[in-house]
Protein backbone atom coordinates (compact mmCIF):
# COMPACT_ATOMS: atom_id res chain seq x y z
CA UNK A 1 0.00 0.00 0.00
CA UNK A 2 1.19 3.69 -0.66
CA UNK A 3 0.10 6.66 0.40
CA UNK A 4 -1.02 9.54 -2.65
CA UNK A 5 -0.74 13.00 -2.77
CA UNK A 6 -4.32 13.41 -1.12
CA UNK A 7 -3.75 10.95 1.74
CA UNK A 8 -5.65 8.50 0.38
CA UNK A 9 -3.97 4.80 0.46
CA UNK A 10 -4.34 2.94 -2.91
CA UNK A 11 -2.91 -0.46 -3.92
CA UNK A 12 -0.53 -0.93 -6.88
CA UNK A 13 -1.77 -2.47 -9.64
CA UNK A 14 -0.72 -3.19 -12.58
CA UNK A 15 -1.71 -0.75 -15.81
CA UNK A 16 -2.71 -2.15 -19.08
CA UNK A 17 -0.18 -1.39 -21.71
CA UNK A 18 -1.19 1.86 -23.49
CA UNK A 19 -2.04 0.59 -27.14
CA UNK A 20 0.50 1.72 -30.18
CA UNK A 21 -2.13 2.58 -32.42
CA UNK A 22 -5.86 2.94 -33.07
CA UNK A 23 -7.05 2.10 -36.49
CA UNK A 24 -9.87 4.24 -38.12
CA UNK A 25 -11.04 3.49 -41.66
CA UNK A 26 -8.36 6.02 -43.55
CA UNK A 27 -5.56 6.83 -41.22
CA UNK A 28 -3.93 4.64 -38.42
CA UNK A 29 -3.80 6.43 -35.41
CA UNK A 30 -0.26 6.24 -33.09
CA UNK A 31 -0.57 7.52 -29.33
CA UNK A 32 1.97 8.78 -27.12
CA UNK A 33 0.30 9.10 -23.35
CA UNK A 34 1.09 10.50 -19.71
CA UNK A 35 -1.00 10.08 -16.85
CA UNK A 36 -1.98 13.09 -14.49
CA UNK A 37 -3.77 11.46 -11.90
CA UNK A 38 -1.63 12.08 -9.38
CA UNK A 39 -1.54 15.60 -9.67
CA UNK A 40 -5.39 16.19 -9.75
CA UNK A 41 -8.02 16.07 -6.71
CA UNK A 42 -9.70 12.89 -6.75
CA UNK A 43 -13.35 12.84 -6.87
CA UNK A 44 -14.11 14.84 -10.25
CA UNK A 45 -13.90 14.86 -13.90
CA UNK A 46 -14.12 17.51 -16.61
CA UNK A 47 -12.14 20.26 -17.96
CA UNK A 48 -11.09 21.85 -20.93
CA UNK A 49 -7.55 22.12 -23.42
CA UNK A 50 -6.58 24.82 -25.96
CA UNK A 51 -3.48 25.65 -27.45
CA UNK A 52 -1.24 28.93 -26.48
CA UNK A 53 2.09 29.57 -28.34
CA UNK A 54 3.57 25.76 -28.83
CA UNK A 55 2.33 24.13 -25.43
CA UNK A 56 -1.16 22.69 -25.02
CA UNK A 57 -2.68 24.03 -21.80
CA UNK A 58 -4.81 21.81 -19.43
CA UNK A 59 -7.55 23.10 -17.18
CA UNK A 60 -8.53 20.72 -14.91
CA UNK A 61 -11.97 19.81 -12.81
CA UNK A 62 -10.32 21.37 -9.67
CA UNK A 63 -8.79 24.40 -11.45
CA UNK A 64 -5.36 23.73 -12.18
CA UNK A 65 -3.67 24.74 -15.41
CA UNK A 66 -1.15 22.53 -17.13
CA UNK A 67 1.45 22.75 -19.92
CA UNK A 68 2.13 20.07 -22.52
CA UNK A 69 4.01 19.91 -25.51
CA UNK A 70 4.09 16.18 -25.06
CA UNK A 71 3.49 13.40 -23.13
CA UNK A 72 6.86 13.88 -22.14
CA UNK A 73 6.59 17.33 -21.16
CA UNK A 74 3.86 18.22 -19.29
CA UNK A 75 4.42 20.95 -16.09
CA UNK A 76 2.32 22.91 -13.99
CA UNK A 77 1.81 26.44 -14.71
CA UNK A 78 2.41 30.09 -12.92
CA UNK A 79 -1.69 30.54 -13.59
CA UNK A 80 -3.99 30.49 -10.99
CA UNK A 81 -7.60 30.10 -12.08
CA UNK A 82 -10.22 32.56 -10.27
CA UNK A 83 -11.80 31.23 -7.43
CA UNK A 84 -14.91 29.28 -8.24
CA UNK A 85 -16.36 29.37 -4.79
CA UNK A 86 -15.85 25.73 -4.04
CA UNK A 87 -14.88 26.20 -0.46
CA UNK A 88 -18.17 28.60 0.17
CA UNK A 89 -20.63 25.92 -1.14
CA UNK A 90 -18.35 23.13 1.05
CA UNK A 91 -19.43 25.21 3.98
CA UNK A 92 -23.11 26.22 2.66
CA UNK A 93 -23.55 22.51 2.26
CA UNK A 94 -22.60 21.85 5.87
CA UNK A 95 -25.26 24.20 7.26
CA UNK A 96 -28.22 23.21 8.64
CA UNK A 97 -30.21 24.73 6.12
CA UNK A 98 -28.31 22.43 3.21
CA UNK A 99 -26.87 19.49 4.60
CA UNK A 100 -30.05 17.25 4.03
CA UNK A 101 -29.63 17.81 0.61
CA UNK A 102 -27.67 15.35 -1.78
CA UNK A 103 -24.45 17.16 -2.60
CA UNK A 104 -21.57 15.69 -5.06
CA UNK A 105 -18.93 18.32 -4.99
CA UNK A 106 -17.07 16.81 -8.05
CA UNK A 107 -19.76 18.09 -10.15
CA UNK A 108 -18.84 21.54 -9.33
CA UNK A 109 -16.26 21.99 -11.42
CA UNK A 110 -14.28 24.30 -14.40
CA UNK A 111 -15.32 23.04 -17.20
CA UNK A 112 -13.38 25.17 -20.50
CA UNK A 113 -10.13 26.91 -21.52
CA UNK A 114 -9.42 28.70 -24.49
CA UNK A 115 -7.28 31.21 -26.11
CA UNK A 116 -8.95 33.33 -28.88
CA UNK A 117 -6.75 35.87 -30.58
CA UNK A 118 -7.85 39.00 -33.08
CA UNK A 119 -6.85 42.42 -33.48
CA UNK A 120 -7.21 43.96 -30.24
CA UNK A 121 -8.72 41.09 -28.58
CA UNK A 122 -6.13 38.71 -27.03
CA UNK A 123 -6.52 36.74 -23.99
CA UNK A 124 -7.57 32.92 -22.34
CA UNK A 125 -10.75 32.96 -21.10
CA UNK A 126 -12.33 30.46 -18.33
CA UNK A 127 -15.78 28.74 -17.73
CA UNK A 128 -16.94 27.51 -14.57
CA UNK A 129 -19.68 27.03 -12.61
CA UNK A 130 -19.57 29.59 -9.61
CA UNK A 131 -21.28 29.00 -6.19
CA UNK A 132 -22.37 32.51 -4.37
CA UNK A 133 -21.53 31.80 -1.18
CA UNK A 134 -23.56 35.31 -0.14
CA UNK A 135 -27.10 34.17 -1.73
CA UNK A 136 -26.02 30.40 -1.73
CA UNK A 137 -26.73 29.90 -5.53
CA UNK A 138 -24.88 29.34 -8.67
CA UNK A 139 -24.69 29.77 -12.54
CA UNK A 140 -21.94 29.66 -15.52
CA UNK A 141 -19.37 32.04 -15.25
CA UNK A 142 -17.05 33.28 -18.01
CA UNK A 143 -13.40 34.87 -16.88
CA UNK A 144 -10.69 36.45 -18.93
CA UNK A 145 -7.12 37.20 -18.59
CA UNK A 146 -6.36 39.61 -21.29
CA UNK A 147 -2.73 39.10 -22.53
CA UNK A 148 -0.28 41.74 -24.27
CA UNK A 149 1.03 40.69 -27.60
CA UNK A 150 4.64 40.42 -26.44
CA UNK A 151 3.94 37.27 -24.26
CA UNK A 152 4.11 34.71 -26.92
CA UNK A 153 4.81 31.85 -24.35
CA UNK A 154 3.72 29.93 -21.16
CA UNK A 155 6.26 30.28 -19.70
CA UNK A 156 6.17 33.65 -19.57
CA UNK A 157 2.91 33.78 -18.67
CA UNK A 158 1.54 34.34 -14.58
CA UNK A 159 -1.56 35.11 -13.22
CA UNK A 160 -3.06 34.82 -9.90
CA UNK A 161 -6.92 34.90 -9.01
CA UNK A 162 -7.74 38.21 -8.85
CA UNK A 163 -5.84 39.31 -12.33
CA UNK A 164 -9.18 37.39 -13.99
CA UNK A 165 -11.56 39.73 -15.51
CA UNK A 166 -15.52 38.61 -15.23
CA UNK A 167 -17.10 38.89 -18.49
CA UNK A 168 -20.01 37.27 -18.17
CA UNK A 169 -22.27 35.51 -15.28
CA UNK A 170 -25.67 33.77 -16.43
CA UNK A 171 -28.78 35.06 -14.60
CA UNK A 172 -30.36 34.42 -12.84
CA UNK A 173 -28.02 32.54 -9.85
CA UNK A 174 -29.79 29.04 -9.45
CA UNK A 175 -30.79 28.11 -6.00
CA UNK A 176 -30.11 24.24 -4.65
CA UNK A 177 -32.52 21.73 -5.87
CA UNK A 178 -34.27 19.24 -3.88
CA UNK A 179 -34.91 16.77 -5.88
CA UNK A 180 -31.78 14.76 -7.11
CA UNK A 181 -28.53 16.34 -7.14
CA UNK A 182 -28.59 19.94 -5.13
CA UNK A 183 -25.74 21.38 -7.74
CA UNK A 184 -25.45 19.11 -10.36
CA UNK A 185 -22.59 20.43 -12.86
CA UNK A 186 -22.58 17.51 -15.02
CA UNK A 187 -24.94 19.67 -17.50
CA UNK A 188 -23.63 22.90 -16.86
CA UNK A 189 -22.32 22.33 -20.57
CA UNK A 190 -19.35 25.62 -20.48
CA UNK A 191 -17.78 25.26 -23.65
CA UNK A 192 -16.68 28.01 -25.64
CA UNK A 193 -15.89 28.96 -29.17
CA UNK A 194 -14.43 31.75 -30.65
CA UNK A 195 -15.28 34.24 -33.45
CA UNK A 196 -13.21 36.84 -34.72
CA UNK A 197 -13.29 39.74 -34.07
CA UNK A 198 -14.80 39.55 -31.41
CA UNK A 199 -17.46 37.33 -30.57
CA UNK A 200 -17.22 34.39 -27.67
CA UNK A 201 -19.99 31.31 -27.77
CA UNK A 202 -21.27 29.60 -24.45
CA UNK A 203 -23.14 26.38 -24.09
CA UNK A 204 -24.86 27.28 -20.85
CA UNK A 205 -26.77 23.96 -19.71
CA UNK A 206 -29.70 23.63 -17.69
CA UNK A 207 -28.24 22.16 -14.49
CA UNK A 208 -30.89 19.49 -14.64
CA UNK A 209 -33.56 21.68 -14.42
CA UNK A 210 -35.47 19.91 -16.69
CA UNK A 211 -38.48 18.69 -15.18
CA UNK A 212 -37.01 15.18 -14.77
CA UNK A 213 -34.47 16.42 -12.11
CA UNK A 214 -36.30 18.82 -10.62
CA UNK A 215 -39.97 20.11 -10.23
CA UNK A 216 -39.70 22.23 -13.46
CA UNK A 217 -37.87 22.69 -16.79
CA UNK A 218 -36.40 26.25 -17.50
CA UNK A 219 -34.25 25.64 -21.11
CA UNK A 220 -37.66 26.96 -22.99
CA UNK A 221 -38.27 30.18 -20.58
CA UNK A 222 -36.60 33.28 -22.17
CA UNK A 223 -35.79 34.71 -18.93
CA UNK A 224 -32.91 32.30 -17.42
CA UNK A 225 -30.21 32.14 -19.69
CA UNK A 226 -29.74 28.13 -19.27
CA UNK A 227 -30.09 25.53 -21.82
CA UNK A 228 -29.08 28.27 -24.00
CA UNK A 229 -26.15 29.36 -26.72
CA UNK A 230 -25.30 32.52 -25.75
CA UNK A 231 -23.57 34.95 -27.69
CA UNK A 232 -21.36 37.64 -25.58
CA UNK A 233 -19.20 40.45 -27.43
CA UNK A 234 -15.51 40.92 -25.42
CA UNK A 235 -15.84 44.59 -26.62
CA UNK A 236 -18.92 45.99 -25.71
CA UNK A 237 -19.29 42.97 -23.07
CA UNK A 238 -23.07 42.66 -24.21
CA UNK A 239 -24.64 39.52 -24.68
CA UNK A 240 -27.56 37.51 -26.26
CA UNK A 241 -29.40 34.49 -26.57
CA UNK A 242 -28.55 32.70 -29.75
CA UNK A 243 -30.55 29.67 -29.76
CA UNK A 244 -32.59 27.91 -27.02
CA UNK A 245 -33.95 24.55 -26.06
CA UNK A 246 -30.67 23.22 -25.63
CA UNK A 247 -30.09 20.31 -22.70
CA UNK A 248 -26.28 20.13 -22.06
CA UNK A 249 -24.43 21.53 -25.25
CA UNK A 250 -20.36 19.83 -24.67
CA UNK A 251 -19.37 20.68 -27.63
CA UNK A 252 -19.31 23.68 -29.64
CA UNK A 253 -17.32 24.84 -32.38
CA UNK A 254 -17.10 26.83 -35.89
CA UNK A 255 -16.50 24.99 -38.85
CA UNK A 256 -14.58 26.71 -41.77
CA UNK A 257 -17.41 28.46 -43.16
CA UNK A 258 -18.28 30.09 -39.76
CA UNK A 259 -20.97 28.16 -39.09
CA UNK A 260 -21.76 27.17 -35.28
CA UNK A 261 -21.88 23.69 -34.22
CA UNK A 262 -22.63 22.12 -30.83
CA UNK A 263 -23.06 18.44 -29.40
CA UNK A 264 -25.59 18.30 -26.87
CA UNK A 265 -25.56 15.36 -24.14
CA UNK A 266 -28.80 13.36 -24.08
CA UNK A 267 -30.50 11.30 -22.05
CA UNK A 268 -31.29 7.57 -22.80
CA UNK A 269 -31.17 8.92 -26.56
CA UNK A 270 -31.10 12.17 -28.18
CA UNK A 271 -27.28 13.06 -28.19
CA UNK A 272 -27.71 15.46 -30.70
CA UNK A 273 -25.73 17.26 -33.04
CA UNK A 274 -26.84 20.63 -34.35
CA UNK A 275 -26.04 23.22 -36.52
CA UNK A 276 -27.19 26.96 -34.17
CA UNK A 277 -28.74 29.68 -36.25
CA UNK A 278 -29.47 32.83 -34.56
CA UNK A 279 -33.36 32.58 -32.85
CA UNK A 280 -33.89 28.96 -33.15
CA UNK A 281 -35.49 26.77 -30.61
CA UNK A 282 -33.93 22.88 -30.29
CA UNK A 283 -36.90 21.87 -28.13
CA UNK A 284 -35.41 20.57 -25.09
CA UNK A 285 -37.62 19.47 -22.51
CA UNK A 286 -40.47 20.03 -24.68
CA UNK A 287 -39.45 17.62 -27.38
CA UNK A 288 -36.53 15.16 -28.06
CA UNK A 289 -35.91 11.89 -29.77
CA UNK A 290 -34.52 10.51 -26.09
CA UNK A 291 -36.61 8.95 -23.41
CA UNK A 292 -36.30 9.12 -19.34
CA UNK A 293 -33.40 6.04 -17.75
CA UNK A 294 -36.56 4.34 -16.87
CA UNK A 295 -37.57 4.47 -20.55
CA UNK A 296 -40.30 6.45 -19.81
CA UNK A 297 -40.93 9.54 -21.97
CA UNK A 298 -39.50 12.93 -20.88
CA UNK A 299 -42.17 14.72 -18.43
CA UNK A 300 -42.71 17.93 -20.31
CA UNK A 301 -42.37 16.20 -23.90
CA UNK A 302 -45.55 16.60 -25.70
CA UNK A 303 -47.09 13.17 -26.60
CA UNK A 304 -47.75 14.48 -30.27
CA UNK A 305 -44.13 14.24 -31.28
CA UNK A 306 -43.09 11.36 -28.91
CA UNK A 307 -40.04 9.19 -31.03
CA UNK A 308 -40.08 12.56 -33.61
CA UNK A 309 -39.15 15.70 -33.51
CA UNK A 310 -41.51 17.41 -35.89
CA UNK A 311 -42.06 20.55 -34.15
CA UNK A 312 -39.10 22.41 -32.69
CA UNK A 313 -35.69 22.90 -35.16
CA UNK A 314 -34.43 19.17 -35.68
CA UNK A 315 -30.90 17.91 -35.05
CA UNK A 316 -28.96 17.20 -38.09
CA UNK A 317 -28.01 14.29 -36.12
CA UNK A 318 -28.62 11.95 -33.33
CA UNK A 319 -27.58 8.80 -31.81
CA UNK A 320 -29.93 5.96 -30.87
CA UNK A 321 -28.81 4.98 -28.22
CA UNK A 322 -27.03 7.59 -26.59
CA UNK A 323 -23.10 7.44 -26.54
CA UNK A 324 -22.67 10.15 -24.24
CA UNK A 325 -20.84 12.79 -26.29
CA UNK A 326 -18.20 15.24 -24.88
CA UNK A 327 -15.97 17.77 -27.01
CA UNK A 328 -16.32 18.30 -30.44
CA UNK A 329 -13.44 19.74 -32.68
CA UNK A 330 -12.70 20.92 -36.17
CA UNK A 331 -10.05 18.77 -37.89
CA UNK A 332 -7.47 21.04 -40.41
CA UNK A 333 -4.24 20.55 -41.43
CA UNK A 334 -4.33 16.48 -39.76
CA UNK A 335 -4.58 14.75 -43.30
CA UNK A 336 -6.30 14.96 -46.07
CA UNK A 337 -9.06 12.34 -45.62
CA UNK A 338 -9.92 13.87 -42.72
CA UNK A 339 -9.84 18.06 -42.80
CA UNK A 340 -12.87 19.87 -42.77
CA UNK A 341 -14.44 16.79 -40.82
CA UNK A 342 -15.88 17.26 -36.97
CA UNK A 343 -13.99 14.87 -34.46
CA UNK A 344 -16.14 14.35 -31.05
CA UNK A 345 -15.23 12.46 -27.73
CA UNK A 346 -17.51 10.32 -26.06
CA UNK A 347 -17.86 9.03 -22.57
CA UNK A 348 -19.63 5.76 -22.29
CA UNK A 349 -18.81 4.35 -25.96
CA UNK A 350 -14.98 5.47 -24.77
CA UNK A 351 -14.26 6.88 -28.94
CA UNK A 352 -14.38 9.09 -31.22
CA UNK A 353 -16.52 9.87 -33.45
CA UNK A 354 -15.41 11.11 -37.09
CA UNK A 355 -17.81 13.26 -38.38
CA UNK A 356 -18.69 14.44 -42.29
CA UNK A 357 -20.75 17.31 -42.92
CA UNK A 358 -21.82 17.78 -46.08
CA UNK A 359 -24.19 20.43 -47.44
CA UNK A 360 -25.57 20.23 -43.73
CA UNK A 361 -26.08 16.65 -43.01
CA UNK A 362 -24.00 14.00 -41.86
CA UNK A 363 -23.09 11.78 -44.54
CA UNK A 364 -20.94 9.38 -42.14
CA UNK A 365 -20.11 8.80 -38.18
CA UNK A 366 -17.27 7.16 -37.67
CA UNK A 367 -16.89 5.05 -34.94
CA UNK A 368 -13.10 4.96 -33.39
CA UNK A 369 -12.56 2.92 -30.09
CA UNK A 370 -10.31 3.83 -27.63
CA UNK A 371 -10.98 2.11 -24.76
CA UNK A 372 -10.87 5.45 -22.49
CA UNK A 373 -13.75 8.15 -21.76
CA UNK A 374 -12.81 11.02 -23.53
CA UNK A 375 -13.69 14.02 -21.72
CA UNK A 376 -11.81 16.12 -23.94
CA UNK A 377 -10.99 16.26 -27.84
CA UNK A 378 -8.75 19.15 -29.29
CA UNK A 379 -6.41 19.51 -32.14
CA UNK A 380 -2.84 21.75 -31.50
CA UNK A 381 -1.24 23.97 -33.89
CA UNK A 382 1.24 21.26 -35.38
CA UNK A 383 -1.51 18.80 -36.51
CA UNK A 384 -1.67 16.66 -33.47
CA UNK A 385 -4.97 15.43 -31.86
CA UNK A 386 -4.89 15.61 -27.91
CA UNK A 387 -7.55 13.72 -25.83
CA UNK A 388 -8.36 14.34 -21.70
CA UNK A 389 -9.90 11.26 -20.78
CA UNK A 390 -11.65 10.85 -17.58
CA UNK A 391 -9.26 8.96 -16.23
CA UNK A 392 -6.41 11.74 -16.16
CA UNK A 393 -4.42 10.67 -19.20
CA UNK A 394 -3.55 12.96 -21.95
CA UNK A 395 -3.10 11.15 -25.15
CA UNK A 396 -1.51 12.57 -28.19
CA UNK A 397 -2.46 11.21 -31.39
CA UNK A 398 -0.74 11.65 -34.93
CA UNK A 399 -2.32 10.28 -37.92
CA UNK A 400 -0.33 7.84 -40.76
CA UNK A 401 -2.07 6.66 -43.92
CA UNK A 402 -2.53 2.92 -44.12
CA UNK A 403 -0.14 2.53 -46.95
CA UNK A 404 2.89 3.91 -44.64
CA UNK A 405 1.72 1.33 -42.40
CA UNK A 406 1.13 -1.90 -44.88
CA UNK A 407 4.59 -3.01 -45.26
CA UNK A 408 5.04 -3.17 -41.21
CA UNK A 409 1.92 -5.34 -41.27
CA UNK A 410 2.68 -7.79 -43.90
CA UNK A 411 6.54 -8.21 -42.80
CA UNK A 412 4.75 -9.37 -39.58
CA UNK A 413 2.24 -11.51 -40.47
CA UNK A 414 4.41 -13.03 -43.26
CA UNK A 415 8.52 -12.85 -42.01
CA UNK A 416 8.87 -14.64 -38.91
CA UNK A 417 12.79 -14.45 -38.81
CA UNK A 418 13.41 -10.81 -37.04
CA UNK A 419 16.61 -9.88 -38.71
CA UNK A 420 15.25 -11.22 -42.33
CA UNK A 421 12.30 -8.86 -41.23
CA UNK A 422 14.53 -5.83 -40.37
CA UNK A 423 16.83 -6.60 -43.86
CA UNK A 424 13.52 -6.55 -45.59
CA UNK A 425 11.91 -3.25 -43.87
CA UNK A 426 15.48 -1.22 -44.66
CA UNK A 427 15.38 -2.82 -48.37
CA UNK A 428 11.75 -1.58 -49.06
CA UNK A 429 12.40 2.00 -47.18
CA UNK A 430 15.43 2.68 -48.93
CA UNK A 431 13.49 1.83 -52.62
CA UNK A 432 10.52 4.55 -51.05
CA UNK A 433 12.65 7.38 -51.04
CA UNK A 434 12.06 7.17 -54.61
CA UNK A 435 9.50 5.03 -55.34
CA UNK A 436 5.42 4.93 -53.77
CA UNK A 437 3.39 2.35 -52.98
CA UNK A 438 0.15 3.79 -53.74
CA UNK A 439 -1.35 3.37 -56.83
CA UNK A 440 -1.13 5.85 -59.73
CA UNK A 441 1.23 8.00 -58.01
CA UNK A 442 4.69 8.22 -60.31
CA UNK A 443 5.92 11.35 -59.34
CA UNK A 444 9.31 10.49 -58.92
CA UNK A 445 10.01 7.07 -59.86
CA UNK A 446 7.50 4.61 -61.26
CA UNK A 447 4.88 3.28 -58.66
CA UNK A 448 5.45 -0.10 -56.99
CA UNK A 449 1.91 -0.71 -55.97
CA UNK A 450 1.22 -3.00 -59.05
CA UNK A 451 4.56 -3.53 -61.00
CA UNK A 452 4.81 -7.43 -60.34
CA UNK A 453 2.90 -8.86 -63.67
CA UNK A 454 2.86 -5.27 -65.55
CA UNK A 455 4.76 -4.53 -69.05
CA UNK A 456 8.21 -3.05 -68.72
CA UNK A 457 8.20 0.53 -68.68
CA UNK A 458 4.13 0.59 -68.65
CA UNK A 459 3.45 3.19 -66.15
CA UNK A 460 2.30 6.95 -66.78
CA UNK A 461 6.02 7.96 -65.08
CA UNK A 462 7.16 10.18 -67.76
CA UNK A 463 10.83 10.52 -67.53
CA UNK A 464 11.91 6.56 -68.42
CA UNK A 465 15.60 5.83 -69.13
CA UNK A 466 15.89 4.58 -73.17
CA UNK A 467 17.06 1.23 -71.83
CA UNK A 468 13.73 0.22 -69.90
CA UNK A 469 11.52 2.25 -72.78
CA UNK A 470 13.13 -0.16 -75.59
CA UNK A 471 12.99 -3.30 -72.71
CA UNK A 472 10.57 -5.76 -74.23
CA UNK A 473 8.57 -8.14 -71.95
CA UNK A 474 6.74 -8.21 -68.07
CA UNK A 475 8.44 -7.61 -64.98
CA UNK A 476 8.08 -11.35 -64.60
CA UNK A 477 9.93 -13.02 -61.00
CA UNK A 478 12.67 -13.71 -63.31
CA UNK A 479 12.97 -10.82 -64.76
CA UNK A 480 12.80 -8.80 -61.41
CA UNK A 481 15.55 -10.39 -60.01
CA UNK A 482 17.84 -9.47 -62.35
CA UNK A 483 17.25 -6.09 -62.46
CA UNK A 484 17.51 -6.04 -58.64
CA UNK A 485 20.90 -7.44 -59.14
CA UNK A 486 22.22 -5.33 -61.57
CA UNK A 487 20.06 -3.03 -63.09
CA UNK A 488 22.58 -1.44 -65.61
CA UNK A 489 23.22 -5.08 -67.34
CA UNK A 490 19.23 -5.88 -67.70
CA UNK A 491 18.49 -2.25 -68.49
CA UNK A 492 21.99 -0.79 -70.19
CA UNK A 493 21.39 3.55 -68.92
CA UNK A 494 18.70 3.11 -66.58
CA UNK A 495 18.32 5.41 -64.06
CA UNK A 496 17.95 2.98 -61.07
CA UNK A 497 21.31 3.21 -58.81
CA UNK A 498 22.28 -0.97 -57.14
CA UNK A 499 20.14 -1.74 -54.71
CA UNK A 500 22.98 -3.58 -53.06
CA UNK A 501 21.09 -6.57 -52.25
CA UNK A 502 23.66 -9.48 -51.64
CA UNK A 503 21.51 -12.18 -50.09
CA UNK A 504 18.76 -14.55 -51.84
CA UNK A 505 16.64 -14.66 -48.93
CA UNK A 506 16.25 -11.21 -48.77
CA UNK A 507 15.90 -11.08 -52.80
CA UNK A 508 13.30 -13.37 -52.86
CA UNK A 509 11.22 -11.92 -49.96
CA UNK A 510 11.22 -8.59 -51.43
CA UNK A 511 9.79 -9.87 -54.43
CA UNK A 512 7.27 -11.48 -52.66
CA UNK A 513 5.84 -8.03 -51.46
CA UNK A 514 6.33 -6.51 -54.52
CA UNK A 515 4.13 -9.17 -55.67
CA UNK A 516 1.37 -9.35 -52.50
CA UNK A 517 1.07 -5.25 -53.75
CA UNK A 518 -0.37 -6.67 -56.86
CA UNK A 519 -2.51 -9.22 -55.62
CA UNK A 520 -3.24 -7.19 -52.95
CA UNK A 521 -2.80 -10.17 -50.90
CA UNK A 522 -2.26 -7.16 -47.82
CA UNK A 523 -5.53 -7.28 -45.95
CA UNK A 524 -4.20 -8.00 -42.36
Not at 204 to 229: C, F, L, R, T
Request: with cysteine; aromatic share 10%.
Amino acid sequence: MELNLFGRFFEQTAEPEAPEYYDSIFLRLYSNQTDLGDRIRPGGNGGGLTTFGDAVLLLSWDGQVFSARSADEVSETNIITPDNGYSAYLRAAESEQFKDLNHEFGLHRYNDILFYESGNNRGLAISYTEFDGVENCYRNTIAILPLASDIQSVNQLSAEADDWDILYRTKPCLPFKSMMTALNGGPAGGRMAFQPPSTLYLGSGDYSWDGVYSHKAIAQNPEMEYGKIIGIDLESREHHVVASGIRNPQGVVLDQAGSLWIVEHGLRGGDELNRIEEGKNYGWPVETLGTQYSKLPVPESTSQSYGRHENFTEPTFSWLPSVAISNLTLIDGFHESWDGDLLMGSLKSMSLFHIRIKENRVMFSEQIEIGERIRYVHQHTDGRLILWTDSEKLIFLTGKPFTDNLVDDYLVKTIEEEQLRSRIKTTIDACRQCHSIDPGDHANAPSLALIFDSEIGSTEYENYSTGLKTKQGYWTRQNLKQFLLDPEKFAPGTNMPDPGINDEATLEELINLLEAFRSRDMDI
